[in-house]
């Protein structure tokens, strides 16, 4: 059962354009969501998060958006740079438990 | 900067064996986790723990899974009997509060089951 889904495996974007990474989820009772970046073998690392009760908040060149009508969340990325390639995680967070996306592979080229 | 460790960064067993993987929080967490992640597949949850017990687990931790904090500073992740399919990449995570809160991670354990 995939509570938290990343339709998008990959995406390409060029360095300085802006990268969109999407996120849906189904559990209504999610109140709390994360991105996660992650490097091959290494574990993931926070990047940014929101409470259910908010619909954006920024941290430098990255903005999360929440839609909870559409139980949708994006990440947007604002001027891409080539360090930013790697694997992105959306997670959602209820009780004791981090739901997991299967992550989208972001590639920015210089 | 506080960080979660483990321990072994990789590790290979031959299938029926008993592995333990260990995972040192950061100090001041009260709620700690272990996920996995096979090879090109998502990150899946399977447990975490608080107050010495198990707070929730996924269906992935069978009767062949156990946790345990055995002193103050270790939680420790072990499979009685690994399977081939047990091969995966392990990841400790522990958070100070439950709610509201971004989990940190460890690197992983990589467990290659031959």
């Known amino acids: 059962d995939q509570q938290v889904k990343q339709n998008s495996p990959s995406l390409s974007v060029q360095e300085g354009r802006i990268s969109i990474l999407n996120c849906d989820y189904t559990?209504?009772?999610?109140?709390?969501f994360l991105w996660y970046k992650k490097y091959p073998a290494e574990g993931p690392t926070f990047l940014i998060s929101?409470?259910?009760?908010?619909d954006k908040n920024e941290d430098g060149r990255f903005t999360v958006f929440l839609n909870k009508s559409a139980k949708h969340l994006s990440l947007h990325i604002v001027p891409s740079q080539p360090g930013d390639s790697a694997v992105y995680f959306c997670?959602?967070?209820?009780?004791?438990?981090?739901?997991f996306g299967t992550g989208t592979s972001l590639t920015v080229i210089p | 900067e506080p960080e979660v460790t483990q321990t072994p960064s990789h590790q290979v067993t031959q299938m029926g064996q008993e592995v333990i993987l260990r995972c040192v929080p950061i100090?001041?967490?009260?709620?700690f986790y272990w996920y996995r992640q096979i090879l090109g597949q998502k990150v899946e949850f399977l447990v975490s723990?608080?107050?010495?017990?198990?707070?929730?687990k996924s269906e992935i931790f069978d009767d062949q899974f156990s946790v345990e904090r055995p002193d103050g500073s270790n939680f420790t992740l072990k499979i009685r009997s690994t399977k081939l399919e047990d091969s995966a990449m392990y990841f400790c995570?522990?958070?100070?509060?439950?709610?509201?809160?971004?989990?940190?991670f460890g690197q992983g354990t990589r467990l290659t089951v031959v």
């Open positions: 995570a522990s958070t100070e509060r439950r709610a509201y809160v971004e989990a940190f």
């Open positions: 559990n209504s009772m999610f109140d709390y």
């Open positions: 929101i409470s259910s009760i908010k």
């Open positions: 997670a959602a967070s209820a009780r004791n438990q981090f739901y």
């Open positions: 100090s001041n967490h009260l709620y």
């Open positions: 723990f608080y107050n010495n017990e198990i707070s929730e």
